[in-house]
């Protein structure tokens, strides 16, 4: 693991902006792992900076999310379809044929996930992937407990994430209770993996990832055996001891 620790949120999201824009001017047409929550804000933000002043083109880049909740339409303004149309996807020039999130809004929710699993498989697979980590270690949806061997799934979201992700619905009830993430084997399967941690309150776990036992009950430590990860931490929010 290449571990590099930054003093502010806005020097972690350029740096994880330009290992994005690298990975992409070696290779045009990759395949990227996406993730939404505040952490990629800022990196999204000067992603579309870098692709207004001409240094970036996505026409070729291809698209794949970590997660989607269960039950939101993509045009819901908590789904994180919307999210990234949001912040990132509307505002480059990407193929919307090329872009993949999981498909949470409809009946056969197990289907989308092997479908989810077979497009990544056609597209060659990711070449780098970006993750944020949870309050409790979680990386997608994957919670303290999940089969570090899963691929893209279904999941029942724990009252400890649906409390965290209670600030972007009305209440804690609006926060659906499942979701499609990509399983752990699915993202240690990418290449390259970019780790960003910010966030208060993830000094601690974001240690024990780094340097503590590999175990379930800390998803985002299985990433200590993947051959390629850097991690950027921003000291200013997560705090230092
Ligand atoms: P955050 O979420 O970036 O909003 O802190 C990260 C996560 O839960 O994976």
Redesign the pocket.
């Known amino acids: 693991m290449q571990i590099e620790y930054v003093k502010t949120y806005d020097e972690m999201s350029q740096k994880a902006a330009r290992s994005v824009a690298q990975q992409i001017l070696l290779k045009p047409e990759s395949v990227l792992g996406f ?1 939404t ?4 804000e800022g990196m999204y933000a000067r992603l579309v900076e870098l692709y207004q002043e001409g240094l970036i083109d996505f026409s070729k880049v291809t698209t794949f999310n970590l997660d989607e909740y269960v039950g939101l339409s993509p045009d819901h303004l908590q789904s994180y379809h919307f999210f990234m149309w949001d912040r990132l996807f509307g505002k480059l020039n990407i193929s919307k044929e090329k872009v993949y999130l999981p498909d949470g809004n409809v009946e056969d929710v197990q289907k989308s996930c092997l479908i989810y699993e077979e497009a990544i498989q056609s597209a060659g697979g990711i070449d780098l992937q970006v993750l ?3 309050p409790n270690g ?2 997608g949806f994957n919670e303290p407990g999940s089969d570090l061997s899963g691929m893209t799934h279904v999941v029942e979201l724990t009252p400890s994430t649906r409390k ?1 992700n209670a600030r972007f619905f009305d209440s804690v009830g609006a926060v659906p209770q499942k979701a499609i993430s990509m399983g752990i084997k699915t993202i240690m399967n990418a290449r390259r993996i970019l780790l960003l941690g ?2 208060s309150g993830k000094w601690d776990i974001i240690q024990k990832t780094l340097h503590g036992p590999i175990t379930s009950m800390i998803p985002a430590s299985i990433l200590q055996l993947h051959p390629d990860v850097t991690v950027i931490i921003d000291q200013s929010t997560t705090g230092l001891k």
């Open positions: 993730a929550g505040f952490t990629p944020g980590i949870g979680h990386i965290a910010s966030g």
